[in-house]
């Protein structure tokens, strides 16, 4: 089964990419991501050394049931890894989006109709100048009330909105902003090391083999059965 080292060798190159990519801060859903890929590389590496090392004071049968059980448990740890990166992103990007609220105030207030009536006023180049301005100086409930409206009553673009959006947030939030962006792309990271951890896995699970292993356990006992009913009888 040596044609798995490349897979197993790329799981490791996968790993030791998201853990170098940790910066000086260390965001903590990378560190963690980067965690249990390294232990889904190690799961793999110990199953192919498994494979090409039997016991020698057991059947070779013996030795295919036993890696098959053990390829199981590894299909086990993928999907509760698979579960742990959805809690993992989704729990740290729920409290980074209170750190963030906690600094950029995106809510409307109780003059957002006003805002939006007077921005309808203004020429094309002085709404863009109030919307810099209001995103620069963290001005955000007044910025709220322009991009968190449908754009048909603002005459803004989704584009534009976002846009601005993003600028007042990473402007004043610019730390948690930076996380939230490494978020996404660690997430994707991480979901990449599952199916290379499940092709080897798959390879070490014969059907085909347990079947006719199966099948000449089931023989033997009925040999053993109708022997002892011999000399029984």
Known sequence: MSSQIPKITALKSMADRLRADVPSNAYSV??????????????????NSMHANPDPTITPAAHTKRVTAAATKLKDQIATMRQRVHQIVQERAVELDRQISAKVNLKPDGFAS??????????PGRQ??????????????????????PGVLTGLSDDIRSRYREMIISTHAREEHAEMVDITSVFTEALD?????????????????????????????????????????
């Not at 963690?32 to 890929?37: I, K, Y």
């Not at 499940?198 to 085909?208: E, I, Q, R, W, Y």
């Open 30 to 47: 990378r560190l963690a991501l980067s965690q249990e890929a390294m232990k889904l590389h190690a799961s793999t590496d110990a199953l």
């Open 114 to 123: 006003e805002i939006r009536a007077a921005f309808r006023t203004m020429a």
């Open 128 to 149: 863009q100048q109030l919307l810099m301005e209001l995103a620069t100086k963290n001005r955000g409930p007044e910025l709220a009330a322009l991009i968190e409206a």
């Open 193 to 233: 090391v599952l199916p290379v951890a499940s092709l080897v896995a798959n390879a070490f699970s014969d059907p085909v083999k347990l079947a006719e292993i199966a099948r000449g356990e089931a023989a033997a006992e009925a040999a053993a059965a109708a022997f002892n009913n011999a000399v029984e009888g």
